[in-house]
């Protein structure tokens, strides 16, 4: 079983940058895929953002270009870099891992959840 946990959420005005982490304890997490989700108010949960055992990744279409995901091994972390925040990017962002093979964006695939990290953008 791993926990985890995230960190990096804050306070941005819009067009700026924040960077998220997902500290891992008690597995490693490169044997994992792993993902970002987030939860805006009165939203489901959408996907962000993943990336696999093998380090490919895969993005919603709204953060294509802006957002990217990355892992470090040595830190048994992943990172999630956001760049020109949109103020509709308000959310819960949520760091999420799988055993199982399937498609990333299906969040009933993921085995473990960190308890989130509240992200907001101002206008």
């Known amino acids: 079983q791993v926990q985890l946990v995230e960190s990096g959420g804050g306070v941005v005005q819009a067009g700026g940058s924040l960077r998220l982490s997902c500290a891992g304890a008690?597995?490693?997490?490169?044997?994992?895929?792993m993902a970002w989700f987030r939860q805006a108010p009165g939203k489901e949960r959408e996907f962000v953002a993943a990336?696999?055992?093998?380090?490919?990744?895969n993005y919603a279409d709204c953060v294509e270009g802006r957002f990217t995901i990355s892992r470090d091994n040595t830190k048994n972390t992943v990172y999630l870099q956001m760049n020109s925040l949109k103020p509709e990017e308000t959310a819960v962002y949520y760091c999420?891992?799988?055993?199982?093979?399937?498609?990333?964006?299906?969040?009933?695939?993921?085995?473990?959840w960190g308890q989130g990290t509240q992200v907001t953008v101002s206008s």
């Open positions: 999420a891992a799988r055993v199982v093979i399937g498609p990333p964006g299906l969040s009933n695939l993921y085995d473990y």
């Open positions: 008690g597995r490693t997490l490169s044997t994992y895929a």
């Open positions: 990336i696999r055992r093998d380090d490919t990744t």
